[in-house]
């Protein structure tokens, strides 16, 4: 599979938990939260072939923006820098710098989501995508 075709995976799993989340009503809030976590956080119990997945800031760069894009991922600076969509946040491999809106780099690391971090990215949404991306 191509890394757009990998995203395209991913972005599928997840909308469909999503979607099986709000239309079983026999699901409880519980389990419909567990399942769609499962999907965004790629663990096992994940159906798709893509579970593993992650990518690069260079592969997403070989990605045409129409078709990155077309699954999510937002255009900030008039194209200077592509901002990711929060679902395909955690596909992003460790070690990747990241841009944010502001001009702030860092690197994302396991501890990028703890609050203090050096390297701290704040996952709040905008327009469908966090305010960090590449250029």
Not at 38 to 52: F, L, N, S, V
Request: charged share 25%; proline share 1%.
């Amino acid at each position: 599979m191509t890394v757009l075709e990998n995203l395209e995976s991913v972005l599928r799993e997840i909308a469909s938990r999503a979607s099986q989340g709000a239309a079983y009503a026999a699901w409880t809030d519980a389990f419909a939260r567990k399942e769609v976590q499962e999907a965004w956080e790629d663990r096992e119990a994940t159906m798709r072939k893509a579970r593993g997945f992650r990518v690069t800031v260079e592969q997403l760069r070989q990605i045409p923006k129409a078709d990155l894009y077309r699954i999510g991922f937002g255009n900030w600076d008039d194209g200077a820098q592509t901002l990711i969509p929060l679902w395909a946040y955690h596909y992003i491999a460790n070690g990747e710098e990241l841009t944010s809106i502001g001009g702030d780099k860092v690197t994302k690391t396991d501890h990028s989501q703890e609050r203090g971090h050096a390297d701290y990215i704040d996952l709040d949404v905008r327009f469908g995508c966090v305010a960090w991306g590449f250029q």
